[in-house]
């Protein structure tokens, strides 16, 4: 794509990068058949090659974003399957975030639209400020009809029947292995996920230190910045990033870490692209550091709980006496410990769309689970979003809850007794349209490897 900004424009390093990006589209159109607000509303530019054009046209004019473009790439889900489907490899997650940033600096939304928007920003990602929120919800439930705006009453009804007693677990503290140490790790207990299911960290926490592993609760970490980095709010997701860079820079520079283990795959590809986000910054090399630490759950456990010519490896590698692991030996005790009632458990895994699109994690779940005695089953089309999207079925109510209909139908074609999945979001949205339980893909393992039975599975 030919695109015309001044040397000037050129100056300022995020148009500079989005020059970049928009020279790479070849205009192919592939990237429409995997859109979900495409396909659901079968207009050119709410597909990723449209929102493009708009995107160059309001950079390169330098203009105030319109209400037309706004409305467009509000639109966009950020599911970032245009990404794996792009043969050009244009890097359109960094063109949309810098799209974003744009419109807030120069469009005046209204004023209702200012004012969710403000809610949101503060009150998602403080842990106690949304628990607060969420009984709020609940008291409001039962009245939810009378709420005139589509946007509250979707607040409203998000809210979970039961709102989780505070997990201690998630206050700054070392969890030390059980047996010999294999790994440091700090695990990033997030923001909303703490006040909607502290199942999770819980599950993590008791799983990984089952595995050899120290997990660290650093002292000083909090929200990752993506629910305000896509609102385009930079300086707040800048400053939640920095201060988790901060608290994780401070267990490296003590004991040091092995990986900082996330298990809410939205906040990983935000924390992985931090040398991105602060590659201009003082604080570039600390966070580039931080990123290449970053993992998601599922790809520790890859190398904790290996499986087939993994499991080969290590083996050989505890043969060779190699970082004392016995890879039998610590599979052997984790298959013994599987309860009955779990084995040959039929699994419909969804792939969220931050983990197989922008951290490109998709085969290490499924392995896991089936590694775990799992029976595991994919819907079709698992590469299309579930409308969750951050706080995106909060904001766009209608197109999200197409996209929830139709990723419930296909995953309860496959008659599963329970659903897994790897982010916070996705297990909210496909819960509130499904009887079948919804739990955390480490719910499963831990309860696999001798931790209690998940939750959702003994109240269903």
């Known amino acids: 794509m030919q695109t015309t900004f001044s040397p000037d424009q050129l100056k300022d390093p995020a148009t500079a990068r989005s020059n970049e990006i928009l020279r790479a589209c070849v205009h192919c159109g592939f990237c429409t058949a ?33 209400e037309k473009t706004v409305k467009h790439i509000d639109r966009c889900l950020s599911c970032l399957a245009c990404m794996t489907t792009c043969p050009s490899g244009v890097h359109y997650m960094h063109l949309v975030d810098h799209a974003r940033e744009y419109i807030e600096q120069t469009y005046k939304r209204p004023a209702g639209e200012r004012a969710l928007r403000w809610v949101l920003a503060r009150v998602l990602p403080y842990p106690g400020r949304f628990r607060l929120a969420l009984l709020g919800a609940k008291i409001a439930r039962p009245f939810r009809g009378l709420i005139p705006d589509r946007r509250l009453r979707a607040m409203v009804e998000m809210a979970p029947a ?15 292995a059980q047996g010999r140490r294999r790994m440091r790790v700090a695990l990033m207990t997030g923001c909303a996920q703490r006040a909607l299911n502290t199942d999770i960290n819980d599950a993590t926490i008791r799983l990984l230190t089952r595995l050899g592993c120290d997990v660290v609760i650093a002292r000083g970490q909090g929200c990752c910045g993506a629910l305000t980095h896509h609102m385009g709010q930079t300086d707040s997701s800048h400053g939640f990033a920095a201060a988790n860079i901060a608290a994780w820079q401070r267990e490296i520079a003590g004991e040091g870490l092995d990986a900082v283990v996330i298990n809410t795959s939205g906040c990983g590809t935000t924390v992985k692209d931090y040398g991105h986000m602060f590659r201009n910054d003082p604080l570039a090399e600390q966070a580039a550091q931080v990123a290449a630490l970053a993992q998601d759950v599922s790809q520790v456990l890859a190398r904790l709980m290996p499986q087939g010519e993994a499991r080969e490896d290590l083996s ?15 599979l052997r005790a984790l298959h013994e410990a599987r309860p009955a009632e779990a084995h040959g458990l039929r699994v419909a895994y969804h792939a969220a769309c931050s983990l197989q699109h922008g951290q490109k994690v998709k085969t290490e779940p499924k392995a896991l689970l089936k590694g775990a005695g799992f029976e595991v089953v994919e819907p079709a089309d698992s590469h299309l979003c579930c409308g ?16 929830k209909a139709r990723k419930v139908r296909t995953l309860e074609a496959k008659s599963p007794q329970v659903i897994a999945t790897g982010n916070i979001g996705c297990m909210m949205q496909i819960g509130s349209g499904t009887g079948i339980p919804v739990v955390h893909t480490v719910e499963l393992l831990d309860w696999a490897t001798g ?3 998940p939750p959702r599975l003994i109240a269903d």
């Open 34 to 66: 995997t859109c979900p607000t495409y396909q659901v509303l079968g207009d050119e530019l709410d597909s990723p090659r449209g929102r493009i054009y708009l995107i160059k046209d309001m950079l390169e004019a330098g203009r105030p974003a319109d």
């Open 316 to 330: 050989n590698e505890a043969k060779a006496g190699v970082g004392g692991i016995d890879a039998d030996e610590v």
């Open 451 to 453: 931790g209690p039975k």
């Open 388 to 403: 969750s999207a951050g706080t995106y079925n909060l904001m766009q109510p209608e197109i999200s809850g197409q996209l």
């Open 162 to 176: 039961q709102v989780p007693p505070v997990s201690r677990n998630d206050d700054p503290q070392v969890f030390p």
